[in-house]
């Protein structure tokens, strides 16, 4: 068993260790979403004007935002020409390999979720899953002939199509267009990336049972050499790891406060935690207020819990029958934990990767 | 570029980076999941593979070499789905090829490119590397080197109890005596699917779970189930207007849905004639789907059945009545228990192992072209080492000129070994040399070159020291390369008319006249050899 130490393309090799953090971000597409979802975590891109292919992040010092094609980050991450990107997961699948350099930070940034799937002729009636593809390529061959599919994808279509049970087809790569590909008659079916169905029906074609090969969404990616060596590359992804983490967990959440009138604040822990809906992450928290004028008799406290913003109504209507007045709902920023986990993991993948054995 | 603004600084550091981007020095790994094979693995493997092949010959199978590259196709006709997944295939220059993922096909290939002449049975062996893309385990390699034989044009429990005894009796060479067959027949499961009508790429969903039913028997419902949605049952519920499509072609009958259809879909104002695939088509396909019957009974029955097979399995006096009892609930013929038990008395016959014999006639193997008799090789441990049976169909789907039985079975090389290396007897090889002859100083090398070809011309492996580091750095290199005789040829010893023997392991010394040195040390190694 020998240490593995990995063949570093060259550009890997010459990066420099020093100098800011680069992170790539989708100059197309994904543009708008992307610069949102970073001013949502507290990372807003600085960029002196909107036509500048760089920019900084206020909040973070040293870090290099660069704007690329959505498609070409992945592969600036593997070089190692930028240290972090933010690309589609469709993107990733797609192009990596086993032994490349790059890590899924955070695999879900909640934005940009598309669908990599099978379009297939509307005309194909009798066409509603994987099955009748698979009879249908089995009886081209039968034929003399292959099923035909246009992609950008061919790695992630050939691998679901074997793995359905359908191998014999040929693979056009191709771009641009695709969706016409059946219809000019250069193709039989395509698949493609869609996020509404909509281009696909303007083309008269459908999807089918279980004809989707992958499902996607916007990801953070890093280069592990260049975290691995630098220790200042990682703090600074640390820091904007924290920020995204903790703001994708403080999306389904709001933050209620009531006034609620009771004896001490035990009894009033009670009343509250017996409904459940607002028993909170933890617990209530619950402060003495004190009351404007001294007539105002009773003891009034502020509670506040944490709930699911889909529960809503539920938490308010039993913080009602706790006795509750005065209800306010306030959209949370962050949930920082003890730790950020995603940190932590990326910290664990290094050490993985720097200790790897082979089998 | 960014980064453009570390720019180097001196032209020094130009220089520098330009280097170091034009000379690359990094370490280079091999791919994931191959192996280099270093010394001595290889001299271990080298000599297993030799002796297997030695011993095939001994049963009248003569070597044949295939191409590690062939057409993908070659591998799509008849060997399964779940190969076809796992092939590392390429287009090159428009041509789909891929790395064999096995022989037999390979093998059939050349049979039928060159051999159909050749009197039957035509016995063939070979050994080579073999490709995979599966996830590399212990044991389990991508590339790894499968040792076998195909013997073709006989049919029958003669041919299959042959092979049996060749894979036996390759084992028993190795000290793997204990190892265990798994002896199955696909013929009572194929039978059965037959009768429940199902087309060949419902039964290759059926014989591909039979693994996995034979080792989760709980989970017969839910396979049944998977089976089903495989087979399209539900694709049309997310469907709506196929599924309306049909049901009012299944309310019109036959005849009537034929007639009707092609207005309808018309009247819908469906352009059917868009794709690459004809209306008529189309429209017939439509039909055919909409009058297929549910397959989910007759999965159920596959499966339940296989579940049966693999209860009645067992040694061979008990499995083969529990079996034969079972097939006739099935209604189906016993040729398959007869053609193991008869083969099982043959294979007694060469090697009487009749406890190391197990009778399932639920194994079926990754491979599809399989349909009559069928094994399995397990060492100690469970680990499978090998594995084989009858393709009677391959020759024909290959393109051969008449229908041709064959069968065959194939030893993974690497898992032999390891299950040696587990053993009590672990694989050893006698590729490295035996003595070592070391010139003390440069002006001995003629001497020392001249008695090395002396001793190799006696069959004696003989390494000749190129350092002249002297005699106590010479013999500790012996000592550690585990050189078990090292001859010293100094001034004094060329002088005297001698060589200084040295016995490794005896820690002793002789001087032997040049003139006797080659002979005499010839016999000594050889009496190291044999011991």
Not at chain 1, 194 to 201: D, I, K, Y
Not at chain 2, 488 to 499: S, T
Request: charged share 25%.
């Amino acid at each position: 068993m020998s240490v593995k130490m990995k063949a570093r393309s060259k550009a890997t090799h010459v990066a420099a260790d020093t100098g800011p953090l680069r992170l790539a971000v989708p100059s197309k597409g994904m543009e708008d979403a992307t610069l949102v979802f970073l001013r949502a975590c507290g990372l807003p891109v600085d960029r002196s004007n909107p036509r500048q292919y760089r920019a900084r992040i206020s909040t973070v010092r040293d870090v290099e935002v660069t704007f690329q094609r959505a498609g070409d980050i992945f592969n600036k991450v593997n070089e190692g020409s930028v240290d972090l990107g933010i690309t589609g997961y469709d993107v990733v699948a797609e192009y990596r390999n086993e032994d490349d350099r790059v890590l899924v930070v955070l695999p879900e940034l909640g934005y940009g979720r598309c669908s990599l799937v099978l379009g297939i002729p509307e005309s194909w009636i009798d066409v509603t899953g994987l099955h009748d593809l698979s009879e249908i390529a089995a009886s081209f061959r039968a034929r003399g002939r292959e099923l035909r599919v246009a992609t950008k994808y061919t790695n992630l279509t050939r691998q679901f199509l074997f793995d359905h049970g359908i191998n014999s087809f040929s693979l056009l790569e191709s771009s641009g267009a695709l969706e016409a590909a059946p219809t000019l008659g250069y193709a039989d079916l395509i698949a493609d990336i869609t996020s509404s169905g909509v281009t696909l029906r303007e083309n008269r074609l459908k999807t089918i049972a279980g004809g989707t090969i992958l499902t996607s969404e916007a990801c953070l990616i890093a280069n592990k050499d260049a975290l691995a060596r630098s220790p200042e590359k990682l703090e600074r992804t640390r820091v904007m790891l924290d920020a995204m983490e903790s703001s994708l967990r403080a999306r389904p959440y709001l933050s209620l406060t009531a006034n609620v009138q009771g004896g001490t604040p035990e009894l009033v822990a009670r009343q509250i935690v017996s409904h459940g809906e607002v028993a909170g992450l933890r617990g209530p928290t619950i402060a003495r207020v004190f009351p404007k004028s001294p007539e105002d008799d009773g003891d009034w406290y502020a509670v506040t819990v944490i709930v699911a913003r889909d529960r809503l109504q539920e938490a308010v209507d039993a913080l009602r029958r706790a006795g509750a007045a005065d209800i306010t709902a306030l959209q949370l920023s962050y949930v920082f934990e003890s730790k950020a986990w995603s940190y932590e993991a990326l910290l664990r993948a290094l050490a993985h990767d720097r200790n790897g054995v082979e089998a | 570029m960014c980064g453009g603004d570390r720019s180097p600084a001196t032209l020094r550091e130009w220089h520098e980076a330009l280097n170091e981007s034009r000379f690359d020095t990094s370490e280079i790994q091999r791919v994931r999941g191959t192996n280099d094979i270093v010394p001595p693995a290889r001299a271990v493997q080298r000599s297993v593979e030799d002796r297997l092949l030695a011993l095939f010959n001994l049963y009248g199978y003569e070597p044949i070499d295939t191409p590690v590259l062939e057409p993908t196709d070659l591998f799509l006709r008849k060997s399964g789905e779940e190969i076809a997944a796992r092939m590392y295939s390429f287009t090159h220059w428009n041509r789909n090829l891929c790395l064999r993922p096995e022989f037999t096909a390979s093998v059939i290939r050349a049979y039928v490119n060159h051999l159909q002449d050749r009197p039957v049975p035509v016995r063939l062996h070979y050994a080579g590397p073999t490709f995979r893309y599966e996830k590399p385990q212990r044991g389990r390699y991508r590339q790894f080197t499968e040792v076998g034989v195909e013997c073709i044009g006989v049919g029958g429990p003669a041919a299959d109890a042959e092979v049996l005894a060749v894979a036996r009796h390759g084992l028993n060479i190795l000290g793997l005596s204990n190892a265990r067959f798994v002896v199955g027949h696909l013929g009572a499961v194929l039978e059965l699917l037959t009768q429940l009508g199902m087309d060949s790429g419902a039964q290759s969903l059926v014989l591909g779970v039979m693994e996995h039913l034979s080792r989760e028997p709980g989970e017969q419902q839910r396979v049944v189930g998977r089976l089903a949605a495989q087979l399209g049952v539900g694709d049309e519920e997310e469907n709506p207007e196929a599924s309306a499509l049909a049901d009012l072609f299944r309310a019109f009958g036959p005849e009537g849905a034929e007639r009707i259809a092609g207005d309808l879909l018309e009247q819908a104002n469906l352009r059917l004639d868009e794709g690459s695939r004809s209306p008529s088509d189309i429209v017939q396909r439509l039909l055919l789907k909409a009058y297929r019957p549910d397959p989910t009974p007759g999965l159920a029955r596959a499966v339940e059945f296989i579940g049966r097979l693999r209860e009645a399995a067992g040694p061979p006096q008990e499995a083969l009545p529990a079996l034969r009892q079972v097939l006739q609930e099935y209604g189906l013929d016993d040729a398959p228990v007869r053609e193991v038990e008869q083969a099982l008395i043959y294979f007694d016959a060469y090697f009487a192992c009749a406890d190391r014999v197990h009778v399932n006639l639920s194994l079926a193997r990754g491979l599809r072209y399989y349909n009559g008799l069928v094994f399995e090789v397990y060492d100690e441990d469970d680990n499978q080492i090998g594995g084989g049976g009858r393709y009677d169909d391959l020759v024909r789907a290959l393109g051969g000129r008449a229908p041709t039985p064959a069968c065959g079975f194939a030893y993974g090389l690497e898992r032999v070994i390891a299950a040696m290396e587990r053993g009590e007897q672990p694989a050893s090889a006698n590729g490295n040399a035996v003595a070592l002859v070391v010139p003390l100083s440069s002006e001995d090398y003629s001497a020392a070159a001249e008695l090395a070809t002396r001793l190799r011309l006696q069959g004696v492996a003989v390494e000749v020291d190129l350092r002249f580091r002297g005699a106590k750095a010479s013999l500790r290199h012996a000592d550690r390369a585990k050189i078990p005789f090292a001859v010293l040829i100094g001034g004094q010893e060329r002088a005297d008319n001698v060589v200084l023997l040295r016995d490794m392991r005896a820690f002793q010394e002789t001087r032997i006249p040049t003139a006797d040195a080659a002979g005499q040390i010839a016999r000594l190694t050889r009496e190291v050899a044999a011991v």
